[in-house]
Nanobody, 128 residues
């Protein structure tokens, strides 16, 4: 069982930046696929970014492409989401997700059901 804990959320001004962190424990995730999602009250969970465990290919939602960067530090068993040029629309709770997957299998990176382990979420609030 993998436990993931997000941190780094908080209040930021319109146009500001935040770096979210997701620390994993229970298993080494250096070869695991990782993702970031966000969810606003009353809305479905929305894909933000993902990174593969092999080759470290990255994927981004159209809404954040060019403003967000997903990265990982395997020595710290941690994945990050750097967010720049934040807007009020980026305000939802952000969740980190992890899955161990055979690299030969198709990675449905933007589907919440593709991930096995989730964090508790961290709130991002962008003031206008």
């Amino acid at each position: 069982q993998v436990q993931v804990v997000e941190s780094g959320g908080g209040l930021v001004q319109d146009g500001g930046s935040l770096r979210l962190s997701c620390a994993a424990s229970g298993s080494t995730i250096s070869s695991y696929n990782l993702g970031w999602f966000r969810q606003a009250p009353g809305k479905e969970r929305e894909f933000v970014a993902a990174i593969r465990g092999t080759g470290y290919t990255t994927y981004y939602a159209h809404s954040v492409k060019g403003r967000c960067t997903i990265s990982r530090d395997n020595a710290k068993n941690t994945v990050y989401l750097q967010m720049n040029s934040l807007k009020p629309e980026d305000t939802p709770v952000y969740y980190c997700a992890v899955v161990r997957q055979n690299p030969a299998d198709i990675f449905y990176y933007n589907v919440p059901g593709s991930y096995a382990y989730w964090g508790q979420g961290t709130q991002v609030t962008v003031s206008s």
